[in-house]
């Protein structure tokens, strides 16, 4: 086994502190390059000698260029993970989330590393219909700068593969939660906003009627899938979904929400969010074809774990 680290952008955050656990568990070393604008040094086993955490923004190509060298591989996770957030700043947004990827693709190039995972997002894919599954060729149709600067990236790591023999892994993520993900943000991911107001007994608003849906997936049953495409000797070109194939309503969330605790807090409607999507289901066969993807942990147990205090 190599000793050289692999790097995650963002690997302080939510998804990529539990890739960084999943990693150290493997035996690899790790590195992580992260501005802690949302990630939170607390995410890391920072005792563990295997792990460097470098403080830094993807944005600037000297962090990037010092974060990258000597690395065996690479994930990408760093971004302003919020659609909202790009709604309301979409310079700002763009600078982490489109910006920091093409800075990495040429730190990629100069340093002579191949291998790049990439998080990139349902969010492509813009509107769907109710019940729908998308699978990776239904056409794009980015509604948000957050959307828009993902779809760029995947061009660009594209372009990266052809011209300088990069290796990406293109996952488009659908909606994951667990530990860790910051609840403390209106800008967070929705299970985790409502987990913690559910369990102090605070309001929950819900942004429009409550019918749009998400397909929710566990994090504890992606992180051996980025393991397996970080590792792997060979990556299939093209994005993978990474959804169940299944969707709820958030006010059948909330319903299950209530099965655990017996209860629930006030809930009130505030008006739809700009951009927001209304459906939003995986077609999961390319995920399930390509990369050893577990017995999906149920909805109910993957809340019990957030809500159990
Ligand atoms: P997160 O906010 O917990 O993690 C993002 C991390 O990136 C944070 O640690 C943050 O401090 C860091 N970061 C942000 N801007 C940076 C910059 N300019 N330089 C360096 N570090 C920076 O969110 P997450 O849910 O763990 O998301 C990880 C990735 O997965 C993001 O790219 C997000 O867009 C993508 N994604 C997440 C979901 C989801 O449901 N959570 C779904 C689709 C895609
Ligand atoms: C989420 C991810 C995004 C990812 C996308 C892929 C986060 C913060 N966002 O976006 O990175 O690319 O999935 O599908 O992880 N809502 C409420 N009340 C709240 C909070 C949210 O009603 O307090 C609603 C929102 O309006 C939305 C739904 O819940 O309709 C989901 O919101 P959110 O968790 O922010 O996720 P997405 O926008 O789907």
């Not at 990529?16 to 501005?35: E, I, M, P, T, Y």
């Not at 000597?70 to 982490?96: E, F, K, N, W």
């Not at 943000?185 to 019918?211: C, H, M, N, Q």
Request: glycine residues 10%; proline residues 7%; contains cysteine.
């Amino acid at each position: 086994m190599s000793d050289a680290p692999i790097l995650i952008t963002g690997g302080a955050g939510f998804i990529g502190s539990h890739l960084a656990d999943a990693l150290l568990a493997r035996g690899h070393a790790v590195r992580v390059l992260d501005d802690l604008s949302t990630g939170r040094p607390g995410n890391l086993p920072l005792d563990d000698p295997r792990l460097e955490l470098i403080e830094g923004d993807v944005a600037d190509p000297a962090h990037l260029a010092r974060a990258v060298a000597g690395c065996r591989a690479v994930a990408h996770l760093a971004a302003v993970a919020s659609v909202q957030a790009s709604v309301d700043d979409p310079v700002g947004t763009h600078r982490s989330n489109f910006l920091g990827t093409l800075n990495l693709c040429e730190a990629m190039r100069v340093h002579g590393v191949r291998r790049v995972l990439f998080a990139s997002s349902a969010a492509v894919y813009g509107q769907n219909g109710e019940g729908l599954a998308v699978d990776e060729d239904t056409p794009k149709a980015p509604l948000t700068p957050y959307a828009a600067d993902k779809l760029a990236s995947e061009h660009y790591l594209d372009f990266y593969r052809r011209q300088h023999g990069l290796e990406p892994a293109i996952f488009r993520f659908f909606n994951i939660f667990g530990p860790r993900q910051d609840p403390s943000s209106p800008y967070s991911g929705v299970i985790s906003i409502f987990a913690e107001r559910a369990l102090a007994g605070t309001p929950i608003d819900i942004f429009g009627d409550g019918e749009q849906t998400r397909d929710f997936v566990y994090i504890g049953d992606l992180v051996g899938v980025l393991c397996q495409a970080l590792l792997r000797d060979h990556i299939e070109p093209g994005p993978v979904n990474v959804g169940l194939d299944r969707s709820i309503s958030l006010n059948q969330l909330l319903d299950a929400v209530r099965e655990v605790l017996g209860s629930l807090p006030p809930v009130r409607h505030r008006p739809a969010r700009a951009g927001d999507i209304r459906h939003s289901r995986a077609a999961n066969r390319r995920l399930l074809q390509r990369y050893d993807f577990p017995e999906p942990t149920p909805l109910a147990v993957g809340l019990a774990h957030l809500l159990e205090r």
